[in-house]
């Protein structure tokens, strides 16, 4: 391959797409394949796509209004479109749709695209790679997800381990986009584990739509637990989180191994989507709002320092107000550690938009999500204000540009501090002595020596 080939990755949506895209990166890297500091210079740009709500779908297409302008101005440029608005069976109305693209990319599935610079580019660089890979991991031909321009700065790395989505939320587009559900195999995992804790990973998250659920369509079956024990047994790996996860999924054993601690974060991320039962059927969440309060409950009885994190639906089609008092009632009751609040936003090809219409105002769905803001950022000042003076463990991820340390606590709350010495992937203890609904302030413990 030609020398000094550039490329830029433009990335938006969650955790797996985060993933993709650096996979795409390692590999584009290993090709000769440099990062451009600017997408007008490069000679491949990326869009890896989300279509999640309507929103992201739209920044998507300012994006791709922008790249056809750009392959106007310079042809040779390689355009290509990646993730959810390709989905796992490519479109085939794509192409007339955006003619300006040479290539379309499913979710977590880069090899179009490799096909297509092996067809249009000059290949020695690519046989060669691909003798290297055919002994490796099946999975992204073995790539990590971090490239190696990252390494050295990036001390976090995504992993997904099931792929795909066999649940059908009436209000999701994921399943259809991404395929069904199917888990990675146990020992691909902890390699690429392995080698990324050779490579300085410090922190590893394991993905999934439904994250409990990996391993059990596998053969010998197996389950999350046994990966996450498997995953804390590799040496330099200092902390280990994994998401998303159901609360129908969520299993005793899978709450053991939380709670016996360790490398495993006390963190856990379960959406509840709504507070009020006729919205969850609706939404067929398969669950009652009962069954998630017991759950949080039992979580907390195990794991009392844990930190749960939420996801909440405003203005599902139908939700009335008495119902979204019930969401607020049940957010004030439980106090997650955060919620990710969405305003509904109606998906093609989803159940709800083909039996319930979209009858929530914008305006009424955006006064529901600013009450619950409201709320969240009022119960977490308070609570956070009676962690000022304690220590807290941070895992130090990178300098911030106001020159100040950024790390997480276990809980995954956000840490800042000053200190002159590299810190970069190390485990500090943090005083803290400012904190907000969203962030904390401290300082550093220098350790004291043993004596
Ligand atoms: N698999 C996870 C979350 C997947 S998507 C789960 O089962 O909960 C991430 C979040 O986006 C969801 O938790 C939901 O809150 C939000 N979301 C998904 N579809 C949406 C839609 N049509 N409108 C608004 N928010 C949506």
Redesign the pocket.
Known sequence: MQGGRTYNIWTIG?QMNEADSRYLAARLESLGYSPAPRTRNADLVVVNTCV???QAEDKVYTRLRYLSQLKRERPDTVVALMGCLVGHKSDPSLPSKFPFVDVFLPPSDISPLIEFLRENEDTSALSSLERQHAARDAFMDGELPVPPTELGTTISAFVPVVLG?S?A?T????PYRRGTERSRPRKEIVNEVRRLADKGIREITLL???VDRYGLDLDPRTDLAALLSDVASIDDILRIRFL?S?PNWFTDRLLDTVAAGGKICPSVE??V?AGNGEVLARMK?GYTVDDYRRLVGRIRARVPEVGIST???VG?PGETEEQFMDTYRLMDELQPDMI????????PQ?L?SRHYPDDVPPEEKERRRVMLEALLADYLERRHCELQGRDVEVLVEARSRNGRWRGRTPQGKLVFFDEKCDLLGKLVRVKLDWTGAFSLIGTHRIPTPET
């Open positions: 969650c999640v709500r309507r989505c649940h939320c209000f999701c587009i994921i999934g739509q439904i998303t159901h379960i959406p989507q969440r996801d909440i639906i599902f990710r609040i969405a305003k509904y936003s109606e998906r989803t709800a």
